[in-house]
């Protein structure tokens, strides 16, 4: 049920956002693109004064803030088994609270024209955004890569295997097409390439949406890690392992 209601919710912003993407993209191209400086200059000068300029940052930071946090959550999931789960969620977790409050920073200032210092925060923005989905990804592979490395030392390699920690399973339940994306966002914004940034930036949070789809139909369709995972497979390596202790003593025998 919880996820039901997540995930709806993130539709839904990202149905509205969308809308509210597309009024923007009227609004300054073709109802004012006479505007003197050209479109961009009004863009940047009037459309974020506006409540539908502020309303599309809204939905845009919203969307990032329940894909963070559904992130985070897959990583407490994968490694919650683990007697070191609450100091691995430490960091990313103290990430994603800065990381909220500089999207409501930016949200409170872009009604001010301030864009030197929105630029700034924008970028840092960016930059903990990456960090935390960079190291989300790294943890949640690392993990699965020992798990695959025990499972099949022990078992070899098996449907099991594939299942929950082939190399698909792994970039998908790590978020790796978000953590990509936005490093491209970076990337662009570094070298100053506004057309890559305008692509990127915009595309964003439709790629958030399908990297959390991926994961919710692993999950949904039992392919997906759960709190139950790594203890089946513990019993799967414990049963082989007995299997072939009681193999070995009837050939002694």
């Not at 920073?105 to 970028?123: D, K, Q, Y």
């Amino acid at each position: 049920m919880f996820m039901f209601a997540y995930t709806s919710a993130v539709m839904i912003c990202g149905v509205v956002f969308l809308a509210l993407q597309t009024w923007m993209v009227q609004l300054v191209y073709i109802d004012h693109n006479t505007f003197p400086g050209a479109a961009e200059e009004y863009e940047s000068v009037y459309i974020y004064t506006q409540p539908g300029g502020i309303a599309t940052d809204v939905f845009s930071a919203t969307i990032d803030i329940l894909i963070l946090g559904i992130q985070i959550w897959r990583l407490w999931v994968i490694y919650g088994a683990t007697r070191y789960a609450i100091a691995v969620i430490v960091l990313p977790l103290l990430l994603f609270f800065c990381f909220s409050a500089l999207e409501i920073v930016v949200i409170a200032l872009e009604p001010s024209n301030a864009w030197g210092r929105i630029f700034a925060i924008s970028m840092t923005l960016t930059v903990s955004q990456l960090a935390i989905e960079i190291l989300v990804t790294a943890l949640i592979i690392g993990r699965l890569l020992v798990v695959r490395r025990r499972h099949i030392n022990t078992m070899g390699a098996s449907e099991t295997s594939k299942q929950y920690m082939g190399i698909v399973a792994m970039l998908i339940e790590s978020y790796a097409l978000e953590s990509a994306w936005t490093l491209a966002i970076l990337i662009s914004e570094v070298l100053d390439n506004a057309p890559a940034t305008a692509f990127f930036d915009d595309c964003d949070a439709a790629i958030e949406i399908i990297a959390y789809l991926l994961v919710i139909y692993r999950v949904s369709s039992g392919r997906g890690w759960n709190r139950q995972t790594e203890q089946q497979i513990s019993s799967m390596q414990f049963q082989a392992g007995r299997t072939t202790h009681l193999t070995t003593s009837e050939i002694v025998a």
